[in-house]
């Protein structure tokens, strides 16, 4: 006869330990302080100052003036070798400078053509002193050019010098009569018109045009 088995004791189901990972989770990992922000380096208290004497090296190599550029940039490497990012672009700027400073400095413009161009354009820039100073080289090599004495009109009325103009008004118009004509309309000559001498000259009859007279010729050797 069979024995009859007995029931077999139900078995507790341990609970799963902490460090069981459940299926299609990650362990968590341990939670930790939460770190402070870290705050940006804090500059020298020379920086500011490099980086004054630096932009103002900069602005003199703009102005193309490269001894001053040169002198302050080459103070920065002096002063403040520290500033390491800083020297790097002040070596840059230095090569640009012994660069430029090697260079054939041009010494202007030097024939008649040259000097009444360098004149038109800088009556057209506003900067009439320097287109006088190019026509009276002109007008000293070849008293009768016209077109200097006509440009010089223009620029001393642009500086509200009436008497100076219009004495080289009439200088051009008696040189070359088809600068009266010129006058009439010529916007630039505008700050005159309310003066009587100069609607004189414009009323004037037509003059004999005058011989001009060839500069000298300058030796070549």
């Known amino acids: 006869m069979a ?8 078995v507790k189901a341990k609970p799963a330990s902490s460090s069981v990972v459940q299926a299609g ?9 939460a770190q402070a922000p870290q705050e940006p ?6 920086y500011v100052e490099a980086v004054a004497v630096y932009e103002r090296g900069l602005d003199a190599l703009q102005r193309h003036d490269y001894a001053s550029a040169t002198s302050l940039l080459e103070s920065v490497l002096l ?28 010494s202007g413009p030097q024939t008649i053509e040259e000097r009444l161009f360098a004149s038109t354009l800088a009556i057209n820039g506003g900067r009439y002193d320097e287109a006088i100073s190019h026509l009276h080289l002109v007008r000293d090599e070849d008293p009768d050019n016209d077109h200097a004495l006509y440009m010089l009109a223009v620029a001393h ?9 219009i004495a080289h008004l009439e200088r051009a118009i008696a040189v070359n009569p088809e600068n009266r004509g010129l006058a009439r309309n010529d916007p630039d000559l505008e700050p005159l018109r309310g003066d009587d001498t100069f609607r004189a000259a414009l009323e004037a009859p037509p003059s004999p045009r005058i011989e001009r007279r060839r500069p000298p010729r300058t030796r070549t050797r």
């Open 79 to 106: 002063q403040f070798p520290e500033e390491k990012e800083l020297l790097e672009r002040v070596r840059l700027y230095l090569n640009v400078c012994q660069r430029q400073a090697s260079r054939p400095q041009t």
């Open 25 to 33: 989770r990650r362990p968590l990992r341990p939670q930790t302080p």
């Open 3 to 10: 024995k009859q088995r007995r029931p077999s004791k139900s």
């Open 157 to 165: 009325a642009q500086r509200g010098e009436h008497a100076e103009a």
């Open 41 to 46: 380096p804090q500059r020298r208290s020379t």
